[in-house]
């Protein structure tokens, strides 16, 4: 497989093949992107994310058949310093008024507030009389850009009645203030986020990828070569994500778009820098340029095959989780890696073919001969250039000389950062996730400031009592977190089924409030209620439910990618002893990462709790690439022992790939750092945990860990193979 592999590869840069690999690539991208839609058109983010086999989904399918005037809630937040006036409840009564008689496309009922007198309407605010949060419930199917049109409809109204000013000029501003939050509008700002941080998104992790590479090889060419490899890439997986989305084959949204850009840049720059150093190496030896990339292709072309495929499965696993956002990253990130591997050994070996020595300009790497024939012609010295740095080379003899010092202190580091793990607090606080500015966070805060923070959305219990006489409002009204207990409201085709509206005490998106779900269960099951009889829907129960199944993939994905992992070291390197110790190190790697992300995401910046998908976004990506580095690296070292002694080889094998890794992890550290950039607390803090992951594994892991590893355990390193 490797043989064929290093042939179509050298093939593809050929005198002829370039060309035609070139030619092929334009003309696939260009046929693609004519053909079918990018996958930023075909995004689609009301997708559920919890099983149909949830409590709040099943809660929703019952609700929809037995109460089917239920809608999602757009809160409506009126806000006057020293207290709403009458002219306020008027443009509330004239809002409603209209919206009866042309109600929004999407709006499925609204309070009659239109029929009460400002007296009455009053009673309805906040004590101090300063706020009121009114109600439009929208259908429950409807898609988020349909949700984004109504509420674009519903605040022309409100300014139309008003001025616009009340919409967006700050809270400490004088006069009304009007927010729109609630289920639907806190979905349609997330929604709005990720959609303004495509672009900012590209823009940025391409300028930075080019200025790091420019730093990194001081060359202008060599630094638009992985760039080119990558656009190209990227003209390709858009068009196909796009036909796969709309043909309904897969569901794509704009968190999975953002996180695929970064991952595609990140990670395809290492793999072109893989084959770029290598080629450098190669040149300095050899005359013939095409030559030359031939020797680079057999020595990198089999370890960027294993870690693409490394990558592209571990990512596939995602496929086996419940919970839907995770699912949703599995095809459109493997297909990524995927599709991007195939560029790095058939596109970027056909460019390095064609440019030649001069993708290094100005410094152009010479063989000896080469050196002395120009040097005679100019009638002057020329500079040399040395195949590996000597901070490289300082590292590999160190390691090798007092390995068990290495791993001592190594260990120290990693282990004490790991520490911090169980001190690190999780929320699937949303809100908290927003910028402060945001309207629904803003109309958020205003309710909870001045009413029961549970009124921005209340849990919805459905009971079926089947006449067994069970007090199921009594029942609740006895929960210390309940409010207040609205309801019941009758099913219309079964009247055994009673709704009720139950507000807490607490923020129905706090970790206090999700924890009272299986209370309220627990509670109604005492009150003479079997579970089956039982449901409990709203933005709470699917936030517990959100925490059982996220917690159920992590039993699943972890084990599985490491599985993969371990599968596919063993097949490449033959050695038990090796694949064991290089997933222990990545995993000590990831562990010390969430611990240094928790210091500088909660000491730092101040942040109580991090988004608990975190934990496992960081793991898939952390592993897989993490282990990118060990097999470009052990590699170099499997080939070296072949013809060197033991310490010899490793020293050699750190020598020759401690520039370009430490390049790649810089480059790849830098990318995901560039989601800390966004508006948004769940890419931040993933950005921020997998950059230090990767730095981690850069100049600790790769260069110092593993190495001494190896020279701790000699030849017993490759066992069972020779």
Request: proline content about 5%.
């Amino acid at each position: 497989m490797k043989n064929v592999l290093e042939k179509f590869t050298g093939a593809c840069a050929g005198r002829r093949g370039r060309w035609v690999t070139l030619a092929v690539w334009i003309l696939a991208v260009a046929v693609l992107s004519a053909v079918f839609p990018n996958v930023n058109k075909v995004t689609d983010n009301s997708a559920a994310n919890l099983p149909a086999s949830a409590m709040s989904a099943r809660a929703e399918k019952v609700a929809e058949k037995q109460f089917p005037d239920a809608g999602t809630p757009l809160l409506i937040a009126w806000y006057r310093e020293g207290g709403l006036s009458q002219q306020d409840y008027g443009t509330i009564a004239k809002l409603y008024a209209d919206l009866k008689k042309n109600p929004l496309p999407a709006q499925s009922f609204i309070p009659p507030y239109e029929k009460m007198p400002p007296q009455v309407l009053g009673s309805q605010a906040s004590k101090d009389g300063t706020t009121i949060a009114t109600p439009v419930f929208l259908k429950k199917n409807a898609g988020t850009d349909e949700l984004s049109d109504n509420l674009k409809e519903l605040k022309k109204r409100v300014a139309s009645f008003e001025s616009k000013a009340v919409l967006n000029k700050k809270l400490a501003d004088a006069g009304l203030h009007v927010r729109f939050t609630g289920p639907a509008g806190i979905s349609t700002d997330a929604v709005s986020l990720f959609s303004k941080a495509d672009i900012t998104l590209l823009v940025s992790t391409v300028m930075l990828v080019l200025v790091l590479l420019i730093v990194l090889y001081r060359s202008p060419i060599l630094a638009l070569v992985p760039l080119i490899g990558v656009i190209f890439a990227y003209g390709a997986i858009g068009p196909v994500l796009g036909f796969l989305a709309k043909e309904g084959t897969i569901t794509v949204d704009s968190q999975a778009t953002s996180i695929m850009t970064v991952l595609l840049f990140g990670a395809g720059t290492d793999y072109c820098l893989f084959l770029v150093s290598k080629y450098r190496e190669c040149l300095l030896e050899e005359e013939d340029k095409i030559k030359a990339l031939d020797t680079a292709i057999r020595h990198s072309g089999g370890a960027i095959m294993v870690s693409a495929i490394t990558v592209v499965l571990s990512l596939f696993t995602l496929l086996f989780a419940h919970y839907g956002t995770y699912q949703r990253f599995a095809v459109p990130f493997s297909l990524a890696i995927f599709i991007m591997g195939i560029a790095a050994l058939t596109l970027l070996p056909a460019l390095l073919s064609i440019l030649g020595r001069a993708s290094f300009f100005p410094f152009i790497p010479r063989t000896e001969q080469m050196a002395s024939a120009l040097e005679a012609k100019k009638g002057k010295k020329i500079r040399r250039y040395a195949a590996h740095g000597k901070w490289s080379r300082k590292v590999g003899e160190a390691v090798t000389r007092k390995p068990w010092l290495i791993i001592g202190l190594s260990v120290i580091m990693l282990g004490g950062l790991a520490s911090f793990v169980p001190k690190i607090a999780y929320t699937q606080n949303l809100i908290e996730s927003f910028p402060k500015d945001m309207p629904s966070r803003e109309g958020y805060e205003m309710i909870a400031d001045h009413f029961s923070p549970g009124g921005l959305a209340p849990v919805q219990v459905i009971a079926n009592t089947e006449g067994n006489g069970a007090n199921v409002k009594a029942a609740l009204e006895k929960l210390p977190f309940v409010d207040t207990v609205t309801g019941p409201q009758y099913g219309e085709k079964n009247k055994q089924y009673v709704s009720y509206k139950v507000q807490l005490k607490d923020n129905p998106y706090s970790e206090k409030a999700i924890q009272s779900i299986p209370v309220i269960q627990k509670q109604l099951q005492k009150a003479g209620l079997s579970k089956s009889q039982i449901w409990i829907g709203g933005v709470t129960s699917s936030l517990y439910d959100t925490a059982k199944v996220t917690e159920r993939d992590m039993k699943v994905i972890v084990p599985s990618v490491i599985f993969i992992i371990a599968l596919l070291l063993l097949l490449y390197l033959r050695s038990l002893v090796a694949m064991v110790y290089l997933i222990l190190t990545v995993l000590l790697s990831y562990v010390a990462a969430l611990g240094a992300g928790w210091l500088l995401i909660h000491y730092g910046l101040g942040i109580s709790a991090i988004q608990d998908l975190i934990p496992l976004y960081a793991f898939v990506f952390l592993v897989a690439l993490g282990e990118d580095y060990n097999i470009f690296m052990i590699s170099g070292i499997w080939k070296n022992k072949q013809h060197l002694p033991h310490r010899r080889a490793i020293a050699l094998g750190v020598t020759e790939t401690g520039a370009v890794i430490t390049s790649a992890g810089l480059i790849l550290a830098g990318t995901f750092a560039v989601l800390t950039v966004l508006p948004i607390q769940i890419l931040v803090q993933f950005g921020i945990v997998t950059a230090i992951g990767v730095l981690l594994d850069t100049f600790v892991v790769r260069p110092l860990l593993v190495p001494a590893i190896t020279t701790v355990l000699g030849r017993y390193a490759f066992w069972p193979g020779k």
